[in-house]
């Protein structure tokens, strides 16, 4: 299995300024670290993930780092907009895709 | 994009009864998952199902728990007898490979045990 710490549960930020999501794992076997989105009502969607050959990885205003050696990694968001309000997950999986996920974090970006 | 589908969105049973949870995966998809969320905290791993097997299972698949995908049809997860902490978000989710691929989530179905 796979206990996954996230932090924190809730966060509050002014739009346009950065935000920062924290996670943990303990299983040095999980090699695949994926993040979701969920809104109200709908399904968690992907929304950006990292291997554990990588350090980091950016896509559209999202950065991912991973530090192995201390089992953790986070994601941050630069610019955020209102519409990235949603509740967070990060997720480790160390086989067959099963994803141990973290308790999550409610963002709210204010106008 | 890719759609997993859950019927129904939300079910009432009366404890004890029997329910059966249906999930419509992405078609080209062969790995299949339950997760269970109780309200305000991160979903949890029930079972992962591949090639007619489940693979893999946690603490939390009761025994009153199964699964199955007859014939490549819906991919079920059904509870006999319910108990009123089986009260959840069931959420189904499948991917096309076996590792570090993305994993597609259904909007859940709201199980109300009661």
């Known amino acids: 299995g796979e206990q996954v710490e996230q932090l924190p549960s809730i966060l509050r930020v002014q739009e346009g300024s950065s935000a920062s999501i924290n996670c943990t794992y303990e299983?040095?076997?999980?090699?695949?670290f994926p993040w979701y989105k969920q809104e109200p009502g709908e399904n968690p969607k992907l929304i950006i993930d990292i291997r554990s050959n990588m350090e980091r990885k950016q896509t559209q205003g999202l950065i991912v780092l991973l530090d192995k050696k201390a089992k953790r990694f986070s994601l941050h968001i630069t610019d955020t907009q209102p519409g990235d309000s949603a509740m967070y997950f990060c997720a480790a999986s160390p086989n067959y895709n099963v994803l141990y996920f973290g308790s999550g974090t409610k963002l709210t970006v204010e106008p | 994009g890719p759609k997993v589908l859950q019927i129904p969105s939300h079910q009432i049973i009366d404890m004890g009864q029997m329910v059966t949870l249906n999930c419509d995966p992405v078609?080209?998809?062969?790995?299949f998952y339950w997760y269970k969320q109780i309200l305000g905290q991160q979903m949890e791993f029930l079972v992962n199902f591949y090639n007619g097997k489940v693979m893999e299972k946690s603490k939390l698949f009761k025994d009153q728990f199964s699964v199955e995908r007859p014939d490549g049809s819906y991919f079920t997860l059904k509870i006999q007898p319910t108990a009123l902490e089986d009260s959840a978000v069931y959420f189904c989710a499948s991917s096309l490979g076996a590792a570090n691929t993305e994993v597609f989530f259904g909007k859940g179905t709201r199980l109300t045990v009661v």
């Open positions: 078609s080209n998809h062969l790995y």
């Open positions: 299983n040095s076997a999980s090699n695949y």
